[in-house]
């Protein structure tokens, strides 16, 4: 079964820092494309970041290029989001989604395009 | 950025009742069109993908049609459990962009 499981969220005041966390299992972690997307409190999707199953390629929206970084370590089977200079308007349940498709010998890819599987999500908190 | 205009924001449908909801895509995104469904205080779950194909495990009462800019999502026979917010996604380019969602509710 799969599993992903965030972690780190809180609280921060702005300009701070944080790092969340997306302990995967029950797939070959390696093998898919992972994203992260976001929702504001009473608001819609948001989709934030994505990375590709190697970690060689990463893509970012607009609103957070240059203070966000994904990151992924594919032997402790994690998925990373690196916040700095945090917003309020980055206050949000942050959750990790991975793509359906799988990267093969023969058909690989490097965008989650498809959010088969989200975490449960973690609350982020900008506020002094 | 592709913008998704998803309409309506709500409605309100009886058990059993065809339930629509349309999203319209600021450009052609061919068949790069997702549809998810989100219950209160879960995460959201794929339902549709490339507009058409029904996920595996999702129930053939939900469908979706379209491609272009304009797409359907269809619930043939509204159920109970069928209350949530539904969002269309396109993945034709990055960012990769959500509609503003659509609430489920029983009449």
């Known amino acids: 079964e799969v599993q992903l499981l965030e972690s780190g969220g809180g609280l921060v005041q702005p300009g701070g820092s944080l790092r969340l966390s997306c302990a995967a299992s029950?797939?070959?972690?390696?093998?898919?494309?992972m994203s992260w997307v976001r929702q504001a409190p009473g608001k819609g999707l948001e989709w934030v970041s994505a990375i590709s199953g190697s970690g060689g390629s990463t893509y970012y929206a607009d609103s957070v290029k240059g203070r966000f970084t994904i990151y992924r370590d594919n032997y402790k089977n994690t998925l990373y989001l690196q916040m700095n200079s945090l917003r309020a308007e980055d206050t949000a349940v942050y959750y990790c989604?991975?793509?359906?498709?799988?990267?093969?010998?023969?058909?690989?890819?490097?965008?989650?395009?498809?959010?088969?599987?989200w975490g449960q999500g973690t609350l982020v908190t900008v506020s002094s | 950025d592709i913008q998704m205009t998803q309409s309506p924001s709500s409605l309100s449908a009886s058990v059993g009742d065809r339930v629509t909801i349309t999203c319209q895509a600021s450009?052609?995104?061919?068949?790069?069109l997702n549809w998810y469904q989100q219950k209160p205080g879960k995460a959201p779950k794929l339902l549709i993908y490339d507009a058409s194909n029904l996920e595996t495990g999702v129930p053939s009462r939900f469908s979706g049609s379209g491609s272009g800019t304009d797409f359907t999502f269809t619930i043939s026979s509204l159920q109970p459990e069928d209350i949530a917010t539904y969002y269309c996604q396109q993945h034709d380019n990055v960012p990769l962009t959500f509609g503003g969602g659509t609430k489920v509710e029983i009449k």
């Open positions: 989604a991975k793509d359906r498709r799988y990267c093969s010998s023969t058909s690989c890819y490097s965008l989650a395009e498809y959010f088969q599987h």
């Open positions: 450009q052609d995104i061919s068949n790069y």
């Open positions: 029950g797939f070959t972690f390696s093998r898919y494309d």
